[in-house]
């Protein structure tokens, strides 16, 4: 008996919801060809929430081609204002649909409902802000001069490959649908292996919305299949990506080896979180735990190596360390709970394969350095003390509730620290003194610089890597570049 | 015994409304303060349509004082809640599309199914359209010196005052708010006295959907009291006006008290130049269709027409028979009108007034040429749709605005010759260009003095791009992204970051 195309799955506030469970193509949930299907589990318990259909080449086909034909419609040709109405509309549905996406996003990635609750949000924030882009894409005119009309356009690329991660599903699932919808692109975007569920009921709200059969499609799979299929398809004309370093080499291979198609990808990071003698104690702190904790330290731009400056190194080095220790980790559904699990038993034994690497290094445990417990992907708040610069905990991006702390002494010595790094995702700054706020900013190689904050985004801040953190900005109006290409029409006038 | 704060309407085409008819002020409908009122008269039958308070000066004086107060806070406002506002504001208008459209007719005489439903889509379309720029207001760094961190904030004036005209009443004032609420400036906006209704209807939604008390504020009144207090005012940071360019010179010379800056729409006589090559047929369909929209009560109306020498014949020939086949002439519940009635008894006068000029000045009457006394239209200010012919230079039928369902059309024979016509009035709104030939028509284009230009097509605007005139015609820009940045201000900030002394 083959898996129906929508389970019913029991949340634990005890509402029942239709999860769909196919690969959503052409406004429709249809089954994969092969038939194939795979578990997602819910980190919190380990055991299976449901199966899903698996998509492979001929599937990835199948959805191109409808994201080709649609492409070329009235969607993208047409009245932009239509693509207004449907991103309204869909932002709306998502603020009505909140609880349901939340209590998903919490069961299928293990993170406390705090945290699915903040990304539900800006998920809703995020495609409202995009409506406003939909009809405001411009080009420019170009005097030169009497004997020629020059302008430029921009127009939408077309056909899109979009893959995300499993540490926001939602949340990236809008970055990238996000800017796909407001410039006339269509997609096929493909969900991280161990998180497909809330990307499909997001699907839901889409065909709701309006938004015309081809222009979304939604598959779930694995990268080494459904993956590869997007990156080196012929009728791909961009990929869009946010994972690990190591795969988007290996997209970016795979769309040049193919057919030169365009790449943005958002990377790994070891971002620096770095505390002046200066800075304010107790709101520094806050931004030191949201920098690494928050989201189970899953973050691309977690600051994951803190650098304190001597002067008030051990009081922060206490305080941090009673924070840690007081943050409630566990059952995502607790109201009180910051910490949920780790996503997937992968990247449980990653953390603590590195914890023990941190070990032998000689670093010292602050505090954590264990797994919490025994069922559920739980690891405890981990703080490394005595590390040196040149140690795998302070160069590898561990993607984890990890953090090292080092001593440093100046202003000079910590920006060539922060930008030790193949990295260039974030940085914190945390003083009170503005002038050296700007001025470190000016100097650390990030593509983002928090100051006196941490992980704060807004629609409108656009967000990417320096050096091997990625390529291309999301969100702010930079998002719009990566989805459009700019087409110049020169003119001559005879008169 | 004083006029009633609201009362109930029943239109012709059954739609029931309570009408208010105080003003609005701080999220209220209150009465003047003298109890001043002023009456609204229906363009079809010269009846009353309703009485309602007129602002004068003290009460200009205390919207402003209610604005200033809210500024406060809705400065502390982000802007993605303003955009959020303001799409509620465009929900609200679609959800009640008929019968706002219905009031929009009533009060302005404009056919409900030909003209006024259309004004309301527009609506609808200018608040999404400012409700999508509202979180996009961005400033720019400066990056020339290292030493520097130099940035501008794009700021709101603050309180801004607008005046709109009887054309286009609802659609005018989304113009005029949409773009400044969009920015984080807060409103009193005075309607024209003869069209003070749709705007107070509507002002209840602003109210509904969460502007805070003061933000949003609506006052009927006349231009010689309340608009020259609101233009004149000292705490008024902006005056922002549509209308004739006599008042627009007015409004300009009174905003001096404080130096406030100004932003004018005013008159116009655009040209529609219609080449040899032209696509006669659409020529002729857009040339109606610019002057004979609206009652040709468009501040834009390609009311001269210029003709190539060698088409002129067929043109005028085709023009008449499309004007009198297509623009037939009703009242604005008759939904197979087109043309209503002016939108008053002086408009009504003056167009008239222009009529028998022109045909004294020696202009051919080709079609029209006298008021429509049909039936039921003799009761209203109905004037036939004018098509004058022969027009010399020197005519005032071809130089002075008549705002009305009323066009010259002349000849010409070489490109140069269809430019100095074009640019022979004080005016300089919009101008047309019919031809295939396009890059002759960028050419004319740049040498056209105007702030619009339609190529192959007539009055064509869309809230997505400029519009505004150059010499008499006004100052300044409404509507795309140019109308957003009349509601800021750039405000520069110098940090320094190491240049001592």
């Known amino acids: 008996m083959s898996l129906p195309l929508s389970v019913p799955i029991k949340l634990p506030n005890g509402k029942t919801y239709q999860q769909p469970t196919g690969l959503f193509i052409n406004n429709e949930f249809v089954q994969s060809k092969s038939k194939k299907t795979f578990a997602t589990i819910s980190p919190s318990t380990e055991e299976e929430i449901t199966q899903v259909y698996e998509a492979f080449e001929e599937d990835v086909d199948v959805a191109v081609e409808a994201a080709n034909d649609a492409f070329h419609s009235s969607w993208s040709q047409g009245d932009p204002q239509i693509r207004m109405k449907v991103l309204f509309k869909l932002s709306e549905l998502i603020e009505e649909h909140a609880e349901t996406l939340a209590y998903i996003e919490a069961l299928d990635n293990g993170k406390s409902l705090m945290c699915s609750k903040g990304d539900v949000a800006l998920t809703a924030a995020y495609f409202r802000s995009c409506a406003g882009w939909t009809d405001k894409i411009k080009g420019s005119v170009i005097e030169s001069g009497d004997t020629h009309f020059n302008y430029t356009r921009r127009e939408p690329i077309g056909v899109c490959g979009q893959i995300i991660p499993w540490n926001f599903p939602l949340l990236m699932a809008s970055w990238k649908l996000g800017p796909v919808l407001a410039t006339g692109c269509t997609t096929v975007l493909k969900t991280a292996e161990s998180t497909p569920l809330s990307a499909l009921y997001l699907a839901t709200l889409i065909k709701e919305a309006g938004v015309p059969a081809g222009v979304v499609n939604i598959v779930s799979g694995f990268g080494p299949s459904a993956g590869a299929a997007i990156s080196s398809h012929p009728k791909i004309k961009k990929v869009a990506f946010t994972g690990s370093t190591a795969t988007g080499r290996r997209i970016m291979k795979a769309a040049a080896d193919s057919n030169l198609k365009k790449v943005t990808l958002e990377l790994g990071g070891k971002s620096p979180n770095i505390v002046f003698d200066d800075a304010d104690v107790k709101l520094t702190i806050q931004h030191l735990v949201t920098g690494i904790f928050y989201n189970t330290g899953e973050v691309c731009c977690a600051g994951s190596r803190i650098y304190v400056q001597e002067g008030i190194y051990d009081t922060i080095t206490s305080e941090f360390r009673k924070a840690a220790e007081s943050l409630k980790i566990g059952d995502p559904f607790k109201e009180d709970t910051f910490m949920g699990a780790q996503a997937s038993q992968m990247q449980l034994d990653k953390i603590l394969k590195y914890i023990d690497i941190g070990k032998k290094e000689g670093a010292s445990v602050i505090t954590g350095g264990e797994r919490l417990g025994n069922k559920g992907y739980f690891v405890k708040p981990t703080i490394f003390g005595d590390v040196r610069e040149d140690h795998q905990i302070v160069k590898e991006e561990i993607f984890g509730p990890v953090v090292t702390i080092t001593k440093f002494k100046t202003v000079d010595e910590v920006i060539k620290l922060a930008n030790n790094s193949e990295y260039g995702l974030a940085a914190g700054v945390h003083t009170t003194d503005i002038n050296k706020a700007i001025n470190v900013s000016n100097k650390i190689n990030s593509g983002t610089i928090w100051v006196n904050t941490y992980n704060d985004f807004h629609p409108m801040v656009p967000f990417g890597g320096y050096s091997q953190s990625g390529i291309g900005r999301e969100m702010g109006e930079e998002a719009l570049d990566n989805y459009t290409q700019v087409k110049a029409v020169r003119i001559a006038l005879t008169k | ?501």
Not at chain 2, 63 to 73: C, D, G, I, S, T
Not at chain 2, 164 to 175: F, G, K, R, S
Not at chain 2, 272 to 283: G, M, P, T, Y
Not at chain 2, 424 to 436: E, V, W
Request: hydrophobic share 40%; proline share 4%.
């Open chain 2, 1 to 501: 015994m004083s006029a009633p704060l609201e009362f109930e309407v029943t239109l012709p085409d059954g739609n029931k409304f309570t009408q208010p008819a105080g003003l609005f002020i701080n999220n209220e409908f209150v009465k003047s303060v003298a109890g001043k009122t002023l009456e609204s008269i229906n363009p079809a039958t010269g009846e009353v349509n309703g009485v309602v308070y007129a602002a004068e000066a003290e009460d200009v004086d205390i919207a402003v004082k209610h604005a200033r107060a809210a500024f406060k806070e809705w400065k502390k406002v982000t802007g993605v809640e303003r955009g959020i506002l303001l799409n509620k504001i465009a929900d609200t208008f679609e959800e009640k599309r008929d019968l706002i459209g219905a009031i929009e007719a009533w009060d302005s005489g404009k056919t409900k199914e030909a003209n006024a439903v259309y004004d309301i889509d527009e609506c609808i379309s200018c608040f999404r359209y400012f409700a999508g720029w509202a979180d996009k207001i961005q400033g720019k760094v400066i990056q020339n010196d290292p030493k520097k961190l130099a940035y501008t904030i794009h700021e709101p004036f603050g309180v801004c005052g607008q005046i709109i005209p009887w054309n286009y009443p609802l659609a005018m004032a989304a113009w005029k708010l949409a773009p400044a609420l969009a920015a984080g400036n807060v409103v009193v906006l005075k309607t024209s006295e003869l069209t003070p209704l749709s705007l107070l209807y509507v002002a209840q939604i602003f109210k509904d959907v969460g502007f805070p008390p003061g933000v949003v504020n609506i006052i009927s009144g006349f231009g010689a009291t309340a608009g020259k207090a609101l233009a004149s005012h000292l705490d008024v940071d902006k005056i922002a006006f549509t209308g004739s360019t006599v008042t627009g010179q007015a409004i300009q010379q009174a905003a001096a008290s404080n130096m406030k800056a100004v932003t004018l729409e005013c008159g116009g006589k655009s040209p529609l130049i219609i080449r040899e090559d032209a696509d006669l047929e659409q020529a002729v369909k857009w040339a109606a269709f610019g002057i004979m929209s609206n009652q040709g009560q468009i501040c834009t109306s390609t009311s001269r027409i210029y003709v190539h020498e060698k088409v002129y014949d067929q043109f005028l020939t085709e023009y008449a028979q499309h004007v009198k086949e297509e623009y037939k002439q009703g009242t604005m519940f008759d939904s197979s009108a087109v043309v209503g009635p002016q939108v008053s008894k002086v408009q009504h006068d003056k167009i008239l007034n222009y009529i028998d000029i022109g045909k004294k000045e020696g202009a051919r009457v080709v079609l029209g040429g006298e008021k429509n006394t049909e039936g039921d239209l003799s009761k209203g200010f109905f004037i036939k749709p004018t098509i004058f012919a022969d027009v010399k230079p020197g005519m005032r039928i071809v130089n002075e605005e008549i705002f009305g369902p009323v066009v010259a059309v002349g000849k010409f024979t070489t490109d140069d010759e269809a430019i100095t016509l074009a640019n022979s009035t004080q005016y300089g709104l919009g101008a047309a260009i019919f031809t295939k030939d396009i890059t002759v028509a960028h050419y004319l284009a740049t040498e056209i003095q105007a702030g619009m230009v339609w190529i192959n097509s007539s009055n064509d605007s869309d809230v997505h791009i400029p519009f505004g005139g150059v010499k008499m015609s006004g100052v300044g820009r409404e509507l795309g992204e140019y109308g957003l940045s009349m509601y800021t201000q750039a405000k520069a900030i110098h940090v320094n970051l190491g240049n001592k002394l």
